[in-house]
């Protein structure tokens, strides 16, 4: 049985929920631990998937080290995670058909990411048709994920409702973000588990997934 309504907007998460980028970034933060001989360990980026940048960056100046300002290691990684992009885009599967079928549909999207706006502007740009509505990227928030603010911000600048909206997550930090904000969040499983907890959902993966059951949500 379909619900009554489609829903307002469909928010997306971009590194590990629109693309596979994670790798990206655990290599670049390897790569920028050995030039400046610091120590960074695979469960440390790992730790950090999800989180804004700013706070990531922190994170990594303390463990590594780095007499770097924020800013400065942003940028670098940022510059090197575009720099592979740019190369090759692993696309996670059932992403684009979805955003295809939701255009189509007149459904409103937004790219909610915590990476800066060039990148996520980079990536969308190489969808071979406009994806998105608008962006909300990490240098646009005052508070990253998992404060519910760049939900809010990407439902108030589509007009919408946060209850209304359905939003795609890989990561514990981004689903609580999507869940503090009210949206219907949806987590989908990919390089860390997301807990379980009463209410929560969790898909295995948006292949197959169409607007059909997206509506089921409402």
Known sequence: MFGKKLPAAVLWDMDGTLVDSEEYWLSSEQNLAQEFN?????????????MSLYDSTK???AKMGL???PEEIIN???DDVVAQLEKSIPWRPGAQELLRELKKRGIKTALVTMSMKRMAESVANQIPFKAFDIIVAGDMVTHGKPDPEPYLLAAQLLG???EDCVAFEDSHTGLTSAEAAGTKAIGITNIV??????G????????GVRLRD????F
Do not use: A, N
């Not at 960074?40 to 998937?49: A, Q, T």
């Not at 929560?200 to 292949?207: D, K, Q």
């Open 59 to 61: 994170v990594m100046k």
């Open 160 to 162: 919408v409702s946060p």
């Open 214 to 217: 997206l509506r089921k949500l």
């Open 193 to 198: 588990p997301i807990p379980e907890k009463p």
């Open 76 to 78: 670098r990684l940022t």
């Open 200 to 207: 929560r959902i969790i898909w295995p993966t948006l292949e």
């Open 67 to 69: 007499e770097l300002e």
């Open 38 to 50: 610091g120590t960074w360990e695979p469960e440390d980026g790992l730790g950090l998937i999800g």
